[in-house]
């Protein structure tokens, strides 16, 4: 069956570094694939998005790299500050639109 | 744009009432949405599909006869859960896809759903 995992349920990081967070996949072969941001009782909120054929996707301060081979996405964000601390999902998605979402990351940056 | 509002944002009923929540995009055509539903520090887990004008398809493991959802027009879905029991109780979001090759889903705020 398809499995999604993301490499740690909580992350930790001074302020002005760059969170790295990593999402695995087995078992799927997905068209493209999604980053979110999810606040406490609050709906994710769309980031990012890298095709099959994307090796890697910018947008401002975030950074996203998709390696077939490897099954995996990897996901910056440079120069963290606080207000970036939230839970980060990633999405796995095929033709038909649907959305596979792994449990989240919640990074927490400390000033 | 591609904004999504949720109605209501929290609710809380007695076991055996019904309870409907909607889902609307409100400055574009949704030709699909999509129901999930998330408990604590679990993943979204996707309940249902929904497209404008035709039946819903369901999950495996998802009662179509206890979440019913209509979707009635490019802009509004329901899903009203049946017989609410607490073991219901969970946080539920809607997402809609702005279709035309267009992937990114946009999400609602979420409603919460504490079943007494």
């Known amino acids: 069956s398809q499995k999604i995992e993301q490499n740690s349920e909580a992350l930790n990081i001074q302020e002005g570094k760059t969170a790295t967070l990593t999402c695995n996949y087995t078992n799927y072969s997905p068209a493209y694939l999604q980053w979110y941001r999810q606040d406490p009782g609050r709906g994710p909120v769309f980031l990012l998005l890298?095709?099959?054929?994307?090796k890697e996707k910018r947008k401002e301060r975030l950074k996203v790299t998709f390696d077939t081979t490897l099954k995996q996405s990897l996901f910056h964000i440079t120069a963290s500050q606080p207000a970036d601390s939230a839970t980060y999902l990633c999405?796995?998605?095929?033709?038909?639109?649907?959305?596979?979402f792994g449990k989240g990351t919640k990074l927490s940056v400390i000033p | 744009g591609a904004v999504v509002s949720q109605h209501p944002s929290w609710v809380i009923c007695k076991s055996g009432t019904s309870v409907k929540i909607e889902c609307r995009s409100l400055d574009f055509q949704a030709t699909t949405m999509f129901w999930y539903r998330q408990f604590p520090k679990q993943s979204l887990m996707l309940m249902a599909t929904s497209n404008e004008g035709s039946k819903a398809t369901y999950e495996q493991g998802v009662e179509k006869d206890k979440f019913l959802i209509n979707h009635a027009s490019l802009t509004l879905s329901t899903l009203t859960v049946t017989s609410a029991h607490p073991e219901d109780s969970s946080f539920y979001i809607c997402?809609?896809?702005?279709?035309?090759?267009?992937?990114?889903?946009?999400f609602g705020p979420g409603t919460r759903l504490t079943v007494l």
């Open positions: 890298i095709r099959e054929n994307e």
């Open positions: 999405a796995l998605g095929a033709g038909s639109y649907q959305l596979t």
């Open positions: 997402s809609a896809e702005r279709g035309f090759g267009y992937n990114e889903q946009f």
